[in-house]
């Protein structure tokens, strides 16, 4: 078993799931989630064979019936996104606040903070983080409620990740990611420098920090892999049709990695090896962000995992 099918075998143990989810309607938790900031609009599609579009129940504009409108978005300018809560609702970064919408109907739900909020992310404690005017916000995802300035660190256009605790925080177009101790907001680490402008970084499967490349010059373009000391190129999105990714996403099922172009198409690679798999779709207009409603484990978790089910298939010879 290679280790691919390990980790997707493992995960299923986990979650006590099939690797099949079941067939797609509003707010499937099987499926796969695109943002676009040029529409104001969520899609929804599968996230299994044919992978196929999920029409919604709002009119649109780039597609009939959409998950999610810039009437429930606010026109907002949707960039990055976030699911979290007892709901798993989705919290939507863009130019005019923080959007939370319904994950079950795409209704929306409040919002969040007022002005340029571009990035918000997941927290290990259930919460969501944003850049904001004080620095990097906290908030609780079950009711809105304004929690803390985690510290003062950047602005509204910041974009983060977690692994665990040790948060990764740069600006939307940086080139220096910094490390910082969540729960204390003081520095966990030396910053990164990025030979490229990051728009999303994530924790990959592998316990790695990954960011995307967006068509910042012929030498980068795709989804890198940092591996604590230099960067190099994971999947490579430049043989492939449009300007380049603006984010990525593991399917914490299959492990496969999904890629959304600025010009609306959406790739498929292999999650572990970075291998081109297929072209999904494109969306006739820009997108900016692909979201799942659950996340691919920590990387503790997945170590853990693959121990056990390395386990459970010597027992079973």
């Known amino acids: 078993m290679n280790l691919k099918s390990t980790v997707v075998a493992a995960l299923a143990l986990f979650a006590g799931a099939p690797v099949v989810m079941a067939t797609s309607f509003p707010g499937n938790p099987a499926d796969m989630y695109l943002l676009s900031d040029a529409a104001s609009e969520v899609y929804q599609y599968e996230r299994t064979s044919p992978w196929a579009y999920v029409p919604g129940t709002y009119a649109g504009s780039a597609m009939p019936m959409v998950f999610s409108n810039s009437a429930q978005l606010g026109a907002n300018s949707p960039y990055l996104g976030a699911a979290a809560g007892t709901n798993q609702d989705f919290f939507i970064g863009g130019f005019n606040g923080l959007t939370r919408i319904d994950a079950n109907t795409g209704a929306f739900v409040s919002t969040i903070g007022a002005g ?28 809105g409620a304004f929690v803390r300035n985690v510290n003062s660190y950047g602005n509204g256009y910041n974009i983060f990740c ?35 402008g990051a728009q999303k970084l994530a924790i ?11 068509y910042e010059s012929p030498t980068y373009e795709g989804v890198y892999r940092f591996n604590g000391s230099s960067w190099s190129l994971f999947a490579d999105t430049q043989p492939q049709s449009g300007g380049g990714p603006h984010a990525f996403a593991w399917d914490p099922i299959s492990l496969d990695l999904f890629v959304s172009q600025n010009t609306g198409e959406i790739f498929r690679y292999n999650g572990i090896t970075g291998a081109f798999l297929n072209h999904i779709d494109t969306v006739p207009t820009k997108l900016t962000d692909i979201l799942f409603k659950t996340t691919v484990p920590a990387p503790g978790a997945v170590s853990m995992l693959l121990l056990g089910g390395t386990v459970a298939l010597r027992r079973r010879r």
């Open 116 to 143: 340029v909020r571009v990035g918000p992310a997941a927290a290990p404690n259930g919460n969501i983080v944003v850049g904001g005017p004080g620095g990097i916000e906290e908030y609780n995802a079950n009711t």
């Open 162 to 196: 977690f692994n665990g605790n040790n948060m990764f925080a740069t600006s939307w177009g940086g080139t220096t990611i910094k490390q910082y101790d969540f729960v204390t907001g003081l520095s966990s680490g030396p910053d990164i420098p990025v030979p490229f």
């Open 204 to 214: 990959g499967p592998d316990g790695a920090l990954y960011s995307a490349a967006l």
